[in-house]
């Protein structure tokens, strides 16, 4: 299920970069939250959830919905300043984060040295697909890596929250909206500072892209990664992310018709052989 997940997000990166022309980044994170927020709560309450429970979680929950936000704030943010490729290396520092935060909140959820060579092995199997990048020369995209190093804590930190909170013991449906609710005005602030605006309709195919982020894959895919965390190891569910950014290439090359390099393949290659380490009962 979580190659899937991978999978789907993979092809999201693609789908924003689809919309982005006619909807600033920004805003999409605006509307796909509040869209996702209804979609959510009405799945919630077909299946009969009760989402306004005293159930101990609002601190938690609101806390978590602030995360989310401003770790996609920083991802948007960051973009307009560094390349695409060094975004890419900085935000999945994540996994390092999250195994670096069980050693404090999870203790019983620790790597041994296998698991950390696997989880190596997979950055470094990025490192081969995007390349090593030069040092920065524009203040300006020092600011955009500092803000992608953010971003990877704020992911990981959600992430171990949702591990380590009475979140764990409530719906997952519950946990995404508290991070939509939140999230959403968090973005359409951010938006509304940054100066994006909408000048006409967006294109079919825009509009298209916005509801692939907005149905699938917040409404649904975020929704079971927050049940998997729940229910899995922590630690070798963020190692498995290491294989969107493999799979947001793939589909820039089936969808947008960008080259893939002979070093994607050694990359694929290094990433699968981490996973296994990773995933290797001891």
Not at 172 to 199: C, D, F, I, N, W
Not at 217 to 233: D, E, G, K
Not at 243 to 267: I, R
Request: hydrophobic share 60%.
């Amino acid at each position: 299920m979580v190659v899937m997940l991978c999978l789907s997000w993979g092809f999201n990166q693609v789908s924003v970069k689809l919309a982005i022309h006619d909807i600033p980044p920004l805003m999409q994170g605006a509307i796909r939250s509040l869209g996702a927020a209804l979609i959510v709560a009405a799945i919630a309450k077909l299946r009969r959830q009760v989402l306004l429970a005293r159930d101990g979680t609002l601190a938690a929950g609101l806390i978590c919905g602030a995360l989310f936000g401003a770790e996609f704030i920083c991802i948007y943010q960051g973009l307009a300043f560094t390349t695409a490729t060094r975004a890419v290396l900085f935000l999945y520092l994540a996994p390092f984060f999250v195994v670096l935060g069980t050693r404090i909140f999870l203790p019983a959820d620790r790597f041994h040295l296998p698991q950390w060579l696997g989880l190596g092995l997979s950055f470094a199997g990025m490192i081969v697909a995007f390349g090593v990048p030069t040092p920065a020369l524009d203040p300006r995209q020092a600011i955009g890596d500092v803000m992608m190093v953010v971003a990877a804590l704020l992911w990981a930190t959600t992430t171990l929250l949702i591990k380590a909170s009475r979140l764990s013991r409530i719906s997952s449906e519950k946990t995404m909206l508290y991070q939509l609710v939140v999230s959403a005005p968090m973005l359409a602030v951010a938006a509304y500072a940054a100066g994006e605006r909408m000048p006409q309709m967006p294109s079919a195919l825009a509009l298209g892209a916005l509801a692939y982020q907005t149905v699938w894959v917040v409404s649904v895919t975020f929704v079971l990664w927050f049940a998997l965390v729940v229910r899995y190891s922590a630690n070798r569910l963020s190692a498995f992310t290491f294989l969107t950014p493999l799979f947001g290439v793939a589909a820039g090359h089936l969808v947008l018709g960008e080259p893939l390099t002979p070093a994607f393949a050694l990359a694929v290659g290094l990433v699968a052989a981490g996973l296994i380490l990773v995933n290797r009962a001891r």
